[in-house]
């Protein structure tokens, strides 16, 4: 699907960069999500939860009318709900939106809908009480709960998003939702405690805020 999605973009990039007289959209982007991911471990505590997380993103954002590029330069979220202890999760990732009615019109949309893809890469640290790593009686007194281990993930997401034009004419302020779905390609960890943990079928609903120039 992620090789399709490339061969089909790169074969729009001659029609986005003549689009519209060569016009392009450079700015920020700022976004708030919420994240759903299933964790598999061999730890009682945390196998077969979904792990919810929120937070946010701030990055950049360029490109065309039909083509536009995101990357997400710093992306912080933590857990909330039942989950076992606490986990952060830190990301950066690079995004690429497909916007058809751009491709097949020349008119301007107050609401455009349009296909993303990405690669992220993605830091879970937990923290929390469910892993004994030292003899002797666990201190619950402490201020914050002790760090247990990390992964680090490279990820792959597919999804559809809707952007409402809220200004549009040499300055831009785009509000956009997005629901996307990821896929693990990568997983690496120096803890021995999570060698059996994996973190799959990532689903996260987005909401945010883009705006710069578009001239």
Known sequence: AILF????????????????????YT???ASFGTRAVS???DIEKIDNTNLMAT??????IYGSNILRSKLGLLGYYTSIGNTAGSTDLYQTNLALNFYPLALISDNDFLIAPYVTGSASYDQ?????????????VINYSQAEAPFLGKIKQINATVGLGIE?????RFDFIHLFSEVKFGR??????AYDAFDGTSLNDQTEVVLGLSFGAHR
Not at 14 to 24: C, D, F, I, L, P
């Open 164 to 168: 409402l034009k809220l200004k549009d």
């Open 124 to 136: 879970f640290k937990f923290f929390g009480y469910y892993i004994n790593q030292e003899p002797g």
């Open 55 to 60: 937070g946010g993103q701030v990055g950049l």
């Open 184 to 189: 693990n390609l990568s997983t690496e960890t």
């Open 39 to 41: 964790v598999s471990s």
């Open 5 to 24: 999605i490339v061969l089909m973009l790169q074969a729009l990039i001659t029609q986005a960069q003549s689009n519209r007289k060569g016009e392009r």
């Open 27 to 29: 700015g920020f982007v």
